[in-house]
């Protein structure tokens, strides 16, 4: 038997460039690793072929999910395919943007790569990777890294870069609400609002954009920082107009000491940034009387080690 512990990200900022004309998405974002929330795999050899999976909640097709196709996947480019029963244990919430089924592939990956007699390596596993979903490649990173193309292309940041030196000495809350949303709901909603918005493939790098701070946000939910970064989510504008509760906790998030707020890939969950870890763990103190709606994970530092 083996227990997998697998974690999840936040996007520090996220930009949408345009859909091809395959109907996938280009984007730049800042991913950040966390360790919680996190999943657990417990696996175990099967008794019969192929893999069998079953989860503690509900809504996971337990036939077909991210980590069932990072074993079939892997077994046909490798052609290792060991029976499994394998166990998830679901603490990443479902629908928060947090990429906990991403996360889960990622580990199932690592998992077979390790017990391969014949192993892919690396470049073949991101490519497998990339099949599964957007944000698998990250996470056999498992380090802060940009992310361009439709997520497969990874630049990893040493702590020097300057793209995580405004995040020094800064510390973080996650916010999970009650709320799901469907990525591919929040993808339509967000072409139905850019009609025409093709992709050129662009980079958005170097765009020169300032942070944005607690001092004020734009109509596009927007809050700053320093150069280069700035915290924003191109998703907000059409997930806070179907849920405005989430505006309401970015909102509190920045009011309550919050220097920067935000939410991460296609919500619901939300981060807040402070100055210093007395700060935040004063907001999650305050936090069920001031909205008992929501699990609170933190305070954490967005530069700490992930697992």
């Known amino acids: 038997m083996e227990r997998l512990r697998s974690g999840c990200k936040i996007n520090i900022f996220l930009r949408l460039l345009g859909r091809r004309p395959d109907g996938y998405h280009e984007l730049f974002s800042l991913f ?10 417990i696996i175990r050899d099967g008794r019969k072929e192929g893999i069998h999976l079953s989860c503690d909640v509900p809504g996971i097709d337990a036939g077909n999910n991210t980590v069932t196709k990072a074993w079939r996947l892997y077994g046909e480019a490798s052609g290792f395919a060991p029976a499994l029963e394998v166990r998830l244990v679901k603490g990443v919430p479902h629908g928060a943007g947090l990429g906990g089924g991403s996360a889960d592939a990622a580990e199932m990956l690592l998992y077979l790569e390790r017990r391969s007699p014949c192993p892919l390596g690396r470049e073949r596993l991101h490519s497998l990777a990339a099949r599964i979903g957007a944000d698998v490649p990250f996470f056999l990173e498992k380090e802060p890294c940009l992310v361009e193309g439709i997520g497969e292309r990874l630049t990893p940041l040493p702590p020097e870069s300057p793209w995580l030196a405004p995040l020094a000495g800064v510390w973080g809350v996650l916010l999970c609400p009650a709320v799901h ?41 927007r809050s700053v920082f320093f150069p280069p970064l700035r915290v924003e989510n191109d998703f907000e504008s ?28 296609s919500g619901s969950s939300l981060f807040g940034l402070f100055r210093d870890a007395e700060t935040a763990r004063g907001f999650m103190a305050r936090l069920r009387e001031l909205d008992g709606s929501c699990v609170a994970y933190g305070p954490f530092s967005p530069l700490g080690p992930a697992e």
């Open 32 to 41: 950040l690793p966390l360790n919680a929330p996190f999943d657990e795999m």
């Open 181 to 221: 949303v469907n990525t591919a709901w929040a993808y339509a909603a967000w072409d139905e609002s850019h009609p025409g918005a093709a992709s050129g493939g662009s980079s958005a790098r170097g765009c020169g954009d300032a942070l944005t701070d607690a001092a004020g946000t734009d109509k596009n939910h």
């Open 238 to 265: 059409v997930v806070f107009t179907r849920w405005p509760e989430l505006a309401r906790l970015k909102a509190l998030l920045l009011r309550e000491g919050g220097f920067a707020a935000g939410m991460s890939g």
